[in-house]
Structures are given as structure tokens and as C-alpha cells.
């Protein structure tokens, strides 16, 4: 079974808002991970926080890990149309087996 | 972006053939991958290798077989295609397990 879920499914905003997904994850990990996809690609490495880890920022991306409540969000600020696609969260659920979820699909209106 | 290159790219297959997808690295990563995607699915692990000769199962691995016998190249095989295997397979590979990097993807569709 999927170790991430993502929250919402679909999400549509106009641009320049902001974007915010989130992620639960069943089993305690060792690091979590955003990805994105654009359509009819592959899956692009965005970020990585780790279990220690509460808070973590990269350029307009910001994610947040909270391991008690076993969820994790990803913000992206100030959105663009460029930033229509997937996300994916991914998780280390045992022995480098990394387990991602459904997506959330964002679209950003310009 | 990692050296990662997927062939056949688009393939449509009979039921009941063989299908041999191939994935090709330049990076010298230790760990590969295979996965699946389907709508409402996500991606879904169906093997991996951390190392030559050194092969696991992920979660939806019935129906596949896969051999590592060099670094660079991770095959996956679908002894006797069925539709339910029709999906979008995604190769990815990982230098420490952590940051993981896919390929472009191979389109399979079996008729």
C-alpha cells in the first residue's frame, strides 16, 4: 500500500497565491520528500527533510515535517503558471524502499 | 538531471507476450528502480536493486522480474503481459537511497 497520501487531490488558485498541500504518511521514517512532475514526465526532486527536522525552505518552497502528527505540508509562495503540475511526497518506508503518493494536482490559473 | 535513459520510449504489446524494458544510467548510482503509474494510483514501487545482482520486491511486483547484472543497466521483465499491466513505467535511480532521480518514462499499452 501507498505510505503517503496526499491532501487535496486537485487544487486549483490563480497566480500569485499560494499553494498549500499535505501529505500523511503511515510508518515512522527516516527523511520525507517532495517531488513534482509536469505532465508526461518524469518525477523532479524538490526537496528533502529529515525526520529531525521541523521547518525547511528553498527558494519559494517551504515544507514543514510534523512526525507526531505523522504529516508533512508543502507551501509554494507567490505561484506561478509555471508551476502547474504534480506533487508527489515520498517516504522511506524500510530498506531505501521509497513509497509515494497519489499526487495532488495543482493547476494555477494566470 | 541524472543519465538516466528508458527503451522502448512507446511500446503496444499482445497479451500474453514477453516485454523487456530497459533502463540505462550514467551516474554510477547504487540504487535502482522501477515503478508503475496509474490514474489514482500514484506511483508504485515494483522492484529495486542496490547493488548488481542484488534485486528486491516492492509492492505490486507480481507479474515482473527484473535483473541488475552491471551498475548501469536495470531491466524489468513482464513474462506474459496482461492489460492490467497497460502503465506508464518509471525508472529511477539513487546514489544513497535518499534523492531519488526518474527517468522520462516508457508508455506500455498491452492489447
Known amino acids: 500500500s501507498q505510505q503517503g497520501e496526499e491532501d487535496p487531490q486537485a487544487l486549483s488558485i490563480q497566480e500569485g497565491e499560494n499553494a498549500t498541500m499535505n501529505c500523511s504518511y503511515k510508518t515512522s521514517i527516516n527523511n520525507l520528500q517532495w517531488y513534482r512532475q509536469n505532465s508526461g514526465r518524469g518525477l523532479v526532486h524538490l526537496i528533502l527533510?529529515?525526520?529531525?527536522?521541523r521547518e525547511k525552505h528553498s527558494g519559494r518552497l517551504r515544507v514543514t515535517l510534523d512526525t507526531s502528527k505523522k504529516s508533512s505540508s508543502l507551501l509554494i509562495t507567490a505561484s506561478r503558471a509555471a508551476d502547474t503540475a504534480s506533487y508527489f511526497c515520498?517516504?522511506?518506508?524500510?530498506?531505501?524502499?521509497?513509497?509515494f503518493g497519489a499526487g495532488t494536482r495543482l493547476t494555477v490559473k494566470p | 538531471d541524472a543519465g538516466i535513459t528508458q527503451s522502448p520510449r512507446h511500446k503496444v504489446t499482445e497479451t500474453g507476450t514477453p516485454v523487456t524494458l530497459r533502463c540505462h544510467q550514467t551516474?554510477?548510482?547504487?540504487?535502482m528502480y522501477w515503478y508503475r503509474q496509474d490514474p489514482g494510483h500514484g506511483l508504485r514501487l515494483i522492484h529495486y536493486?542496490?547493488?548488481?545482482?542484488?534485486?528486491d520486491k516492492g509492492e505490486v511486483s507480481d507479474g515482473y522480474s527484473v535483473s541488475r547484472s552491471k551498475t548501469e543497466d536495470f531491466l524489468l521483465t513482464l513474462e506474459s503481459a496482461t492489460s492490467s499491466q497497460t502503465s506508464v513505467y518509471f525508472c529511477?535511480?539513487?546514489?544513497?537511497?535518499?534523492?531519488?532521480?526518474f527517468g522520462e518514462g516508457s508508455w506500455l499499452t498491452v492489447v
Open positions: 551516474e554510477n548510482h547504487r540504487y
Open positions: 515520498a517516504t522511506d518506508a524500510n530498506n531505501n524502499d521509497m513509497r
Open positions: 527533510i529529515r525526520s529531525n527536522e
Open positions: 529511477a535511480t539513487s546514489f544513497s537511497g535518499n534523492t531519488i532521480y
Open positions: 536493486s542496490y547493488g548488481v545482482k542484488d534485486t
